[in-house]
């Protein structure tokens, strides 16, 4: 039996330091492939961080929006 | 009257202990331990020998009109307001504070267990410390690798701390020509909030050392002495220095929904209530606020809590304040809050008197008799007020 697919959802929002990243960094080692990280955050730098991050783990974005609250990225774990 | 449980004797708890003692409250202490470690000199014991006195007697730290019990938690019945200790004894309680630390456990990540028997680390106690300084003094050259085993990390600025002294130490020895330092780390720089590490990016690169982003460490292999990433990343080294990683207590909750996965308690990140639970709070490194874990947080928020039981409307603002060693004599502070991110911060040499002068108020801070210096010094250096200076200022 395999573990199935799970959606996980970070509240991010208001996160100084050690910042948003430290959240994702955290929800992608507790995330297995195929599972979908949802994360919300304030932090202006958290958009350069996750396109970086998605990037260098070759995790893709799904969607990644700025809304006048949050910015809100979504990606999918398809490797690790 | 009501009765007060706070749970773990480290810095929050203390604080806490003693900001309630001797009020109208019944308060009790209940913790593991007797012997009151003052975590931050781990630093320099590990990496630059130091010997000094950093363990007190809690039942001399505590004031007496408090109930001192040495008792490890081990069930906490959030619904039947009940917690059980490892005795066998059982305690009530009105309103409930837990503040019980970190734990670690080197055994989550494969090849740990042996690093650590070999060469100790900086962040889990007096004789593993060291461990890591004898290591280091028989060390000749080669490639010193450190960093976080996972991201959270009790006291965000000790990996940079570190590896700074490392050059400093490695410098003096005249073995820092043979020596390759690498700081690896999970995030997408050397220090994870962008402010301060526009300040410690130039140090790093101006003293040679490599930082390796987007390492999160998966296993060590200590036959071919490799560390791997999750990203798929390697590292070959020669001493490694690695950061445990860090859980919630060992305590079993009823209900379980109170701690996240890593076993830190749910905590509302302004009225410091653990979800859920009107009259339980959650402070220090045992909450999984979204701030660093770090002695200074711990006290602001000890005040917030001790507030918030007297009656009165408290509210924590996410205050950090982090002193870091750079390694040159000089230091600065990792200043932010909820509403206002991390400052660049200049590094001086007062910045470094600061950081040890507040070490050696350790002691006195616990029983809160400095409190009024702390409050002032808290004011004057806002997050708020500090970057509207670096504006005006046109920096
Ligand atoms: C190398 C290093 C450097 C640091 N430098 C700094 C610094 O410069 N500035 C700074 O602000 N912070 C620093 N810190 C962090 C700081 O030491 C911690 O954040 C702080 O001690 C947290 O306080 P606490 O009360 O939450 O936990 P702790 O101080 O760890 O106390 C937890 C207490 O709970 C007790 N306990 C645990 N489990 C149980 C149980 N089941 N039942 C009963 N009791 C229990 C323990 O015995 C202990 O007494 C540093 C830490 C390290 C390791």
Known sequence: MTDAAVVTKVDSRGTACPGPITDLAMAYRRSKVGDTIEIWATDPGFKPDVQAWAAKTGNPIISLEEGPEKITAVIRVVRR | MSRILILGGGSAGTILANQLGGRRDSVTLLTASMEHLFQPALLYIALTGANANVVRDERRLVLRSVKLVQERVTKVDLNQKLVEGSSGERYTYDRLVLATGVRTDPEQIPGLPAVYREFGNYHSGIALAQRLWSALRNFDGGTIALGQSTPICVCPPSPVEGILLLDRLLRRRGLRHRTRLVLFTPYPRA?????????????????????????????????????????????????????????????????????????????????????????????????????????????????????????????????????????????????????????PYRPSRLNLLMK?????????????TLEPIFDLYFW????????????????
Request: proline residues 7%.
């Open chain 2, 380 to 395: 004057l250096t806002t997050p708020e007020r500090l970057s509207r200076r670096r504006v005006s200022k046109g920096a």
């Open chain 2, 191 to 343: 220090y994870p909030a962008q402010g301060i590490n526009s300040v410690i990016e130039p140090l790093l690169k101006e003293r040679g050392i490599e930082v390796m982003t987007f390492f999160d460490l998966d296993r060590i292999d200590t036959e071919t002495k490799v560390i791997h990433s999750i990203e798929g990343d390697e590292i070959t080294y020669d001493l490694p220095i690695i950061i445990p990683p860090f859980f919630g207590p060992d305590i079993n909750f009823e209900p379980s929904e109170v701690a996240d996965p890593s076993g830190f308690l749910l905590t509302d990140r302004e009225t410091l209530r653990v979800k859920g639970f009107d009259s339980v709070y959650a402070i220090g490194d045992a909450s999984s606020l979204p701030t660093s874990k770090a002695g200074v947080g711990a006290h602001l928020e000890a005040k917030v809590v001790a507030r918030a039981l007297r009656g009165d409307r408290a509210i924590f603002n996410g205050r950090t304040n982090c002193p870091m060693d750079l390694g040159d004599g000089r230091g600065t502070f990792v200043i932010g809050s909820y509403r206002t991110p991390v400052v």
């Open chain 2, 356 to 368: 040890h002068a507040m070490a050696r108020m350790y002691w006195a801070s616990l029983r809160g």
